[in-house]
């Protein structure tokens, strides 16, 4: 297992507009292709992405949960691997993904 955590001062694009928030996050990497991401915004951001990985080049399917719901990601190719895009929802203020390639 290998995790990664760290609060950081980003600039996104929320909804059109370009905002500054602060993020704190915990990024797990288990075994098998499995990970974890635990998120929170100090003020809402519109109309959230994340990516989840990488996954094997080998990879063709991603089991992913918002909140613990399921949802459809997409895998796309990037370097020596995949990733999953996800669409987390609307005014998100806080978060948990979790993925397992497949």
């Known amino acids: 297992m290998r ?4 609060t950081l ?3 996104a694009v929320s909804d059109g507009c370009t905002v500054t928030r602060r993020l ?12 974890s991401l635990e998120a929170s915004f100090d003020r809402p951001v519109a109309r959230l992405r994340a990516r989840v990985g990488p996954f094997p080049r080998a990879c063709n399917t991603v089991a992913i949960t918002v909140n613990g719901r399921p949802v459809t990601g997409e895998l796309r190719d990037s370097g020596d691997g995949r990733w999953a895009w ?3 929802g609307t005014t998100v203020r806080k978060v948990k993904i979790a993925a397992q390639g497949g």
């Open 3 to 6: 995790t990664t955590s760290s």
């Open 9 to 11: 001062q980003r600039r």
């Open 24 to 35: 704190d996050y915990t990024y797990e990497r288990l075994a098998d292709g499995q990970f």
């Open 86 to 88: 996800v669409e987390v």
